[in-house]
């Protein structure tokens, strides 16, 4: 499967990352109806300053492809206490991140 468009862009440095192996590490787990009908939510270092984030990432079955959803992104519409849940969940953080 496909990432569409630009990889992506960190929002402290606006270093462009490659994130295909953290979606494709996510959505192993989720099923293809779950992927049909739902963002998944991808935890991601910038591999240029290290700044960690939570991405939503959609899945097009009609195109094969991901899509990064950059309009519902966590700055936008996610509180902070739900970031750091997943960021830590997936071992990204530890304690408690500013």
Known sequence: MFLNGKDWECPRCKNENYIGDSVNDVAASKSLDFLENNNIEVPFI??????????????????????VDYEDTVFCNKDTKWRDKLLKEAGLITGDWK
């Open 46 to 67: 910038c591999d240029k300053c290290g700044f960690k984030e939570v991405l939503l990432v959609a899945y097009d079955l009609a195109k094969n492809r991901y899509e």
